[in-house]
């Protein structure tokens, strides 16, 4: 059973920064593409940032994009977002999750596609 944890949420002032962490366990991290997502009352819950396996391939939302960066250590079995220059409208609780995919480079967009979730850490942008 592959658990995830995140970390690193919080309360920030508008144009601020915030890493947010995703550690896994109880699986293999390397054969999983990963991914981060976000959620706010009453929506769907929306693609942020994705990484291949092997941490060569992302792809960003256009609302995030230039601004977050997603990463990988496969050594530490930890997934990360590098968010900077942060805005009220990116406050949402924030999800990792994992894929298992056979393909290095390959990586989902669609979150009903991910097989394991976190249990999400919520981040608080201030005007």
């Known amino acids: 059973q592959v658990q995830l944890v995140e970390s690193g949420g919080g309360l920030v002032q508008a144009g601020g920064s915030l890493r947010l962490s995703c550690a896994a366990s109880?699986?293999?991290?390397?054969?999983?593409?990963m991914g981060w997502f976000r959620q706010t009352p009453g929506k769907e819950r929306d693609l942020v940032a994705v990484?291949?396996?092997?941490?060569?391939?992302?792809y960003y939302s256009d609302s995030v994009k230039g601004r977050f960066t997603i990463s990988r250590d496969n050594a530490k079995n930890t997934v990360y977002l590098q968010m900077n220059n942060l805005k009220p409208e990116d406050t949402a609780l924030y999800y990792c999750?994992?894929?298992?995919?056979?393909?290095?480079?390959?990586?989902?967009?669609?979150?009903?596609?991910?097989?394991?979730w976190g249990q999400g850490t919520q981040v608080t942008v201030s005007s």
């Open positions: 999750a994992g894929k298992y995919l056979l393909s290095d480079s390959a990586f989902s967009l669609q979150p009903r596609s991910y097989d394991w």
């Open positions: 990484i291949s396996k092997n941490g060569r391939s992302t």
């Open positions: 109880g699986g293999t991290f390397s054969t999983y593409a």
